[in-house]
């Protein structure tokens, strides 16, 4: 591979979720690991772009075809650049996006990017274009060279894929079902990261409590089966790792165990992102999420009780066929039962190759975006006053760096995923520091310094 090393340069556009963001990043790694690729935030100045792309909203997936356009003239006007087109649009369209856009030389799956070298490698001895959306069963998780460690905080992939099938989502069919990684790579990976100064990890996955890993028993020796609770556990007696999120879980799977990790990790955040997607029965019934307005209630109730004050984020869809005025009033009614702290909505947008595609959908447009427009300032308010009754509390927060708007100020992080921007040594990236917060801003808070690890260690 040695010969192969070039000082070649990659841009990489990414759409959508944070688990597209991870993958963007692994796209990096395996191109530098195998073929000395670096980033580049200068398309211009690429031999290779990537879209690594979205289809679960139609405004993504049309987004990402206009900017394919884009890429055709500029193809043009570059002959030697390779375009790559990567994630869920990839998937489903396939061999269908190399008729259409001629000019893209490889399409691969949320489950091949680690083959992109080999890809690369055969479109350049062939000058075919090259296509794999495969689904190999936890190639990937082997192939991807150890994580990079960028400041204090990392993600971690748990697990892939979703088998919930609801009737709106794409997911199941993009990214396929879900294929838990194996406990020990997961273990390793965290006790890595902590050996490297990470101090917070956040585990991901499409449904990370669908977890179910393998395990070896202390005592009897035999191989006994891990949950999402087990995991958590084991990560939580890892030295030098101080605080741990996930993203996102499900309220199908969520377990008792899982609700007791609250009363028995310290280094579980006080937060929780838990999608809901509607307040009605009828609606969730029709979305297939396999749970009731009852049941998702009676979670919260019970974490509640297990971490008082933990603040709970949602997904909502709006305007999903068939819901009427009265179910969307009874979302809203379950917004103010819960009080949330942060949710995204969105309208319901139908997507092809879905069970609920074939729905009659007769609600105008209109009366959707003033639901959602109605849903979304609720929220909102809900979301500001959790910010404004943090003002004059003392908080822990994790210095992940500069602050993006002032270069002489840090960022730093709440245990509810609040930003807190503040005056303060550089010296501080890196450490956990208690703040004082001064003032709630629209999205995010100041703060100031009261005590950090260093003035802890010398008292
Ligand atoms: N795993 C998550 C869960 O437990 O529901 C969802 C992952 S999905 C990629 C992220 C969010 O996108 C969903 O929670 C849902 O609110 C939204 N979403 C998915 N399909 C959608 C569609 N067809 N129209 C509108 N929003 C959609
Ligand atoms: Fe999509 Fe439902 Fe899975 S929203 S990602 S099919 S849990």
């Given at each position: 591979?040695?010969?192969?090393?070039?000082?070649?340069k990659?841009?990489?556009?990414?759409?959508?979720?944070?688990?597209?963001?991870?993958?963007?990043?692994?796209?990096a790694d395996?191109?530098?690991a195998?073929?000395?690729?670096?980033?580049t935030?200068?398309?211009?100045?690429?031999?290779?772009?990537?879209l690594?792309?979205?289809?679960?909203?139609?405004k993504?997936s049309?987004?990402?075809f206009s900017?394919?356009?884009?890429l055709?003239?500029?193809?043009?006007?570059?002959?030697g650049?390779?375009?790559?087109?990567?994630?869920?649009?990839?998937?489903q369209?396939?061999?269908?996006l190399?008729k259409r856009?001629?000019?893209?030389?490889?399409v691969?799956?949320?489950?091949?990017?680690?083959r992109l070298?080999?890809m690369?490698?055969?479109?350049?001895?062939t000058?075919?274009?090259?296509v794999?959306?495969?689904?190999p069963?936890?190639?990937k998780?082997?192939?991807?060279?150890?994580?990079?460690v960028?400041g204090?905080?990392?993600?971690?992939?748990?697990?892939?894929?979703?088998s919930?099938?609801?009737?709106?989502?794409?997911?199941?069919?993009t990214?396929?079902?879900?294929?838990?990684?194996?406990?020990?790579?997961?273990?390793?990976e965290?006790r890595?990261?902590?050996?490297?100064?990470?101090?917070e990890?956040?585990?991901?996955?499409?449904?990370?409590?669908?977890?179910?890993?393998?395990?070896?028993?202390?005592?009897?020796g035999?191989?006994i089966?891990?949950?999402?609770?087990?995991l958590?556990?084991?990560?939580n007696?890892?030295?030098n790792?101080?605080?741990?999120?996930?993203?996102?879980s499900?309220?199908?799977?969520?377990?008792?165990r899982?609700?007791?990790?609250?009363?028995?990790?310290?280094?579980l955040?006080?937060?929780l992102?838990?999608?809901?997607?509607?307040g009605?029965?009828t609606v969730l019934?029709?979305?297939?999420r396999g749970y009731?307005?009852m049941?998702?209630?009676?979670?919260?109730?019970r974490?509640?009780?297990?971490r008082?004050?933990?603040?709970?984020?949602?997904?909502?869809?709006v305007?999903?066929?068939?819901?009427?005025?009265e179910?969307?009033n009874?979302?809203?009614k379950?917004?103010?039962?819960?009080r949330?702290?942060?949710?995204?909505?969105f309208?319901y947008?139908?997507?092809?190759?879905t069970p609920?595609?074939?729905?009659?959908?007769?609600?105008?447009q209109?009366?959707?975006?003033?639901?959602?427009?109605?849903?979304?300032r609720?929220?909102?308010?809900?979301?500001?006053?959790?910010?404004e009754?943090?003002?004059?509390?003392?908080q822990?927060?994790?210095?992940?760096?500069?602050?993006?708007?002032?270069?002489?100020?840090?960022?730093a992080?709440t245990?509810n995923?609040?930003v807190v921007?503040?005056?303060?040594d550089k010296?501080?990236?890196?450490?956990?520091?208690?703040?004082?917060?001064?003032?709630?801003?629209?999205?995010?808070?100041r703060?100031?310094?009261?005590?950090?690890?260093?003035?802890?260690?010398?008292?």
């Open positions: 591979m040695a010969s192969e090393k070039s000082q070649k990659v841009f990489i556009r990414t759409f959508g979720c944070q688990m597209n963001e991870y993958d963007s990043d692994k796209m395996v191109l530098e195998a073929q000395g690729y670096t980033k935030d200068k398309a211009d100045e690429a031999d290779l772009i990537l690594n792309t979205c289809s679960v909203r139609e993504a049309e987004k990402m900017d394919l356009g884009r055709r003239e500029f193809k043009d006007a570059k002959p650049v390779l375009i790559g087109v990567g994630g869920c649009v990839a998937s369209e396939g061999e269908a190399v856009a001629p000019y893209v030389d490889i691969f799956g949320p489950q091949t990017l680690h070298p080999a690369i490698q055969r479109r350049n001895a000058s075919l274009p090259q794999d959306i495969s689904f069963e936890n190639e998780f082997d192939d991807m060279p150890p994580a990079r960028e204090p905080t990392a993600f971690v992939s748990i697990m892939e894929g979703c919930k099938y609801c009737s709106f989502c794409v997911v199941p069919y990214r396929g079902e879900e294929i838990s990684r194996s406990f020990a790579d997961v273990m390793n965290i890595d990261l902590a050996a490297r100064g990470v101090k990890v956040t585990l991901l996955g499409q449904n990370v409590n669908a977890y179910i890993g393998k395990l070896i028993d202390e005592e009897s035999e191989e089966d891990a949950d999402f609770a087990l958590l556990t084991a990560v007696a890892i030295p790792i101080e605080r741990i999120r996930y993203t996102t499900h309220p199908l799977e969520f377990t008792q899982l609700i007791d990790c609250y009363a028995k990790l310290p280094k955040v006080s937060q992102h838990l999608p809901v997607q509607s009605s029965d019934a029709a979305m297939k009731t307005v049941e998702y209630k009676s979670i919260i109730r974490l509640r009780e297990k008082p004050g933990i603040s709970i984020s949602s997904d909502f869809i305007g999903f066929p068939g819901e009427t005025e179910d969307f009874r979302s809203m379950l917004i103010e039962d819960i949330f702290d942060g949710a995204f909505s309208v947008s139908r997507r092809p190759g609920a595609a074939s729905l009659m959908d007769e609600t105008p209109e009366i959707k975006l003033k639901r959602l427009q109605h849903m979304q609720v929220l909102e308010a809900q979301s500001t006053s959790v910010s009754a943090m003002v004059g509390t003392v822990r927060v994790l210095v992940e760096g500069v602050s993006r708007k002032d270069a002489s100020e840090l960022m992080r245990d995923n609040r921007n503040f005056p303060a010296q501080l990236i890196g450490q956990f520091v208690d703040v004082v917060i001064t003032k709630a801003m629209h999205f995010t808070l703060g100031e310094v009261r005590t950090h690890e260093a003035t802890l260690r010398v008292a």
